[in-house]
């Protein structure tokens, strides 16, 4: 299994970027998404995740109408979509994938993802 994040740089307050996430090794169809991240000194925030097989998505508030969740089921690809960012939006940015389903990751349930990506580092400055 590989979950294989990109898209991280440097950018300024109120810029843009667009992170991906190419999955390979599990059924994508199968499979929820999320987007994690972990600012220095801070505990790890789930922060968004869709689900392969509804399209079903989740936004925490400290994203929601900034970033935007997509996926791609062709190409086995999610994308994170972030606009109007922030210097507390600085973080290494981390995708995880897990089983869908009614009580499944990204389900609404407390059920936590099984394959985590390495991480791509987002700089926001002022």
């Known amino acids: 299994v590989q979950l294989q994040a990109s898209g991280g740089g440097l950018v300024q307050a109120g810029g843009s970027l667009r992170l991906s996430c190419a999955a390979s090794?599990?059924?994508?169809?199968?499979?929820?998404i999320g987007w994690f991240r972990q600012a220095p000194g801070k505990e790890r925030e789930e922060f968004s995740c869709?689900?392969?097989?509804?399209?079903?998505?989740y936004y925490a508030d400290s994203v929601r109408d900034r970033f935007t969740i997509s996926s791609d089921n062709v190409k086995n690809t999610v994308y994170l979509q972030m606009n109007s960012l922030k210097p507390e939006d600085t973080a290494v940015y981390y995708c995880?994938?897990?089983?869908?389903?009614?009580?499944?990751?990204?389900?609404?349930?407390?059920?936590?993802?099984?394959?985590w990506g390495q991480g791509t580092l987002v700089t926001v400055s002022s």
């Open positions: 090794g599990f059924t994508f169809d199968d499979y929820a």
């Open positions: 869709i689900s392969s097989s509804d399209g079903s998505t």
């Open positions: 995880a994938a897990g089983p869908a389903g009614h009580v499944g990751y990204c389900s609404g349930y407390a059920t936590q993802p099984r394959y």
